[in-house]
């Protein structure tokens, strides 16, 4: 029975699949976004709804998965797949959502709108965890006044990556602690800190996305 409170959403990006993840997202809502099928034998799913143009969709696919609910769209539409997945899933009010195949892939310009509307969505719905994974890297959107704690192993790398300017910027628990720093954008004076197990972020004002390098992150 799969628990509509966790939502999984298949995105077409890369993922290395492994027994942490699968536990994640098993028993999970899942949405699966146009080829980010692909994805669910790997990780051991049922798609609960498949959404798009399929123009990224195989002939093997639609024979697997011809009992799935699908949400057709077409092709000349102004919304990618991966934005259809996120308003299906946001409109169904779960505590977490795990995009998987969010980072990598062919597609650049993909991959930034993602993390972009990752952190609208997340802006939007403060009542709603997002964890964007390819599976050995994950983001976590880093909102103002919203404190955020990195559960990871000790010596786990991460970057806090601005998408603006960022004001009042604390990190703890890291090996290069901050303290109320402003970091301007396109700065790289939060890449690759050091976690010790207990991180938490913080900032006052401003948007980016934690960026962990250990596929054991929660």
Not at 14 to 40: C, M, P, W
Not at 42 to 66: A, C, K, V
Not at 73 to 97: F, M, V, W, Y
Request: proline residues 5%; aromatic residues 6%; charged residues 20%.
């Amino acid at each position: 029975m799969c628990n509509s409170s966790s939502i999984t959403i298949l995105l077409g990006g890369t993922l290395q699949v492994d027994d942490d993840l699968k536990e994640r997202v098993k028993n999970s809502y899942v949405v699966a976004a146009d080829g980010g099928i692909a994805h669910a034998k790997p990780l051991g799913l049922m798609p609960d709804i498949w959404i798009g143009d399929f123009d990224s969709s195989t002939s093997e696919f639609f024979d697997d998965y011809q009992s799935v609910e699908k949400v057709p769209h077409s092709s000349n539409k102004n919304q990618s797949d991966g934005e259809l997945a996120l308003d299906l899933a946001i409109a169904r009010k779960p505590q977490t959502i795990t995009i998987c195949g969010a980072l990598g892939g062919k597609r650049t310009d993909h991959v930034l709108f993602i993390l972009l509307g990752a952190l609208k969505y997340a802006l939007d719905n403060p009542d709603i965890a997002f964890y964007l994974t390819r599976g050995d890297e994950t983001a976590f959107p880093l909102l103002p006044n919203r404190e955020l704690a990195l559960h990871c192993a000790p010596d786990t790398t991460f970057s806090v990556i601005p998408f603006s300017a960022l004001t009042g910027l604390t990190v703890s628990g890291v090996k290069w602690p901050l303290r109320d720093e402003n970091i301007a954008l396109g700065s790289t004076h939060t890449l690759s800190n050091m976690s010790n197990g207990k991180t938490k972020i913080k900032l006052v004002d401003g948007y980016a996305l934690a960026l962990v390098q250990n596929k054991h992150s929660l």
